[in-house]
């Protein structure tokens, strides 16, 4: 068991610092947000994930986890400290480190015993050296400290499990010492023989990006294929399946859409490229994969006018606002792009989110009409679109939803409606690279 600080409670270092106080640890999270410890003290879960109360509670009841402001006091009780902020976007698409050098300087003014400083953070390979020269320049006190890169794999909507089961863990240090302290942070998974990789500091921090951008890729691809499909009469669902079962691929990551968003895919591969760029690499496979991903956005709003050519004054009832379901996550969700072009086009949106609605409205639309219910939402509608594969719209009852709109046109981007239903019923759809069915 270790004293552990993680500085950052958003999605990597809450459910982090609840997953490591779950392994044995005792774990203080801090925050620079005295509102979001405030809420957290009170056992309240600033973002949607399923599971993550439970696991909150649970660690914070056997006393192994608490929250803090204080980010000085919980840097001098830790021996380990996990650097979980933000690494946004910033210009150039390089990512903006800013809070994560603000972190280091407070680490460096506290560091008063030899302690291990971990980049949890999705962080341009070259960080960590880049951290242990600002330490060594800040640090008065000299007490000795270790640089590990430990990057984190989980996805929203199942961080816990995630984290809790992960495919691998990474650890990136050239110090023994660092090491035997990690390999004790996360004895149960060795103790499971979950797969290690122990690799030197720039590897490690290489493997969370190509993973990213491999995926990205995958998805990218998949898209591409999948609009060909739609030209010539294929189903891209068999074509994916078939793909899979060549075990060099896998068939996972080949769910063709409205293209990838949320807080990584699209951050982490424009780093890459920039990254590149500044070595004299040119990632020419992950740019093309960028400029698929953003005209995926644009095909599906070809799909809604092939179906209704003129949009001027007709009412499109928008499902799913999420970048994906099980989250309330709206950041690079295709929904942006997609209402924003309904707009420009005259169209009248009604959008329908079982929880990410709020979030649509705060950062992006304030004035958007959203509605509590899918039947709400569809009412009367010229045309339904269905942008995150939530449960409840896979479930969707098409012959109620028929009998609801004023006429039955449905562009299904996430492939989750029974074509022959569709069919059978009488709609007029369109899915992505389902021609063929
Ligand atoms: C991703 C990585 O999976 C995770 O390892 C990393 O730590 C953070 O980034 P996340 O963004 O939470 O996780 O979601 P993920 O499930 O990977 O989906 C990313 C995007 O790709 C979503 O927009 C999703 O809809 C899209 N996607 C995914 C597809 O369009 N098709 C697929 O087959 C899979």
Redesign the pocket.
């Known amino acids: 068991m270790r004293k552990i600080c993680v500085v950052g409670t958003g999605y990597v270092g809450l459910v982090s610092g609840a997953g490591l106080a779950d392994f044995g640890n005792e774990v203080i999270c801090t925050d620079i947000d005295q509102g979001k410890i405030d809420m957290l003290n009170k056992g309240e879960i600033p973002i949607y994930e399923p599971g993550l109360k439970e696991l909150v509670d649970r660690t914070m009841t056997s006393g192994r986890l608490s929250f803090t402001a204080d980010v000085e006091s919980a840097v001098r009780q830790a021996e380990v400290i996990f650097i979980a902020v933000g690494t946004p976007m910033g210009d150039n698409g390089e990512a903006d480190l800013r809070a994560v050098e603000a972190v280091a300087s407070t680490i460096a003014q506290n560091l008063n015993a030899y302690k291990i400083i971990c980049t949890k953070s999705t962080v341009p390979v070259g960080t960590g050296a880049r951290l242990e020269k600002l330490i060594t320049a800040e640090c008065e006190s000299k007490a000795e400290f270790d640089i590990v890169s430990n990057p984190?794999?989980?996805?929203?909507?199942s961080a816990v499990k995630d984290f809790l089961n992960p495919d691998r863990v990474i650890l990136g240090t050239s110090s023994q010492r660092a090491e035997s302290v990690m390999r004790d942070v996360y004895r149960p998974l060795f103790i499971n023989e979950t797969p290690m990789v122990i690799t030197n500091v720039p590897s490690a921090e290489m493997i969370k990006y190509a993973s990213?951008a491999f995926?990205a890729v995958k998805?990218s691809f998949i898209n591409e294929v999948a609009n060909l499909a739609d030209k010539v009469g294929a189903d891209v669902h068999t074509i994916a399946r078939a793909m899979g079962l060549d075990g060099r691929i896998s068939s996972k990551?080949?769910?063709p859409?409205p293209g990838?968003?949320?807080?990584?895919?699209p951050k982490d591969t424009e780093a890459l490229v920039h990254t590149g760029d500044q070595h004299g690499v040119q990632f020419q496979v992950v740019q093309a994969a960028i400029a698929a991903n953003k005209a995926q956005r644009s095909i599906i709003l070809d799909k809604v006018k092939e179906l209704l050519p003129e949009l001027s004054g007709k009412v499109i009832a928008v499902l799913g606002l999420a970048?994906?379901a099980n989250t309330d996550d709206v950041r690079d969700t295709p929904a942006f792009e997609i209402i924003q072009g309904l707009n420009r086009a005259g169209a009248v949106v009604r959008a329908y989110d079982p929880i990410a609605a709020e979030n649509m409205k705060q950062y992006f639309f304030p004035d958007l009409d959203t509605r509590s219910s899918v039947d709400d939402a569809v009412q009367g509608a010229d045309l339904v679109i269905i942008l995150t594969e939530w449960n409840e719209l896979r479930g969707l009852g098409l012959e109620a939803l028929k009998h609801r709109m004023k006429s039955p046109n449905i562009v299904d981007a996430r492939n989750i409606l029974s074509v022959d239903q569709l069919k059978e019923l009488g709609f007029n759809y369109r899915n992505v690279g389902r021609s063929g069915v």
């Open positions: 984190e794999f989980l996805r929203e909507g990213n995926l998805i990551f080949l769910h859409g990838y968003g949320g807080s990584c895919f970048f994906k």
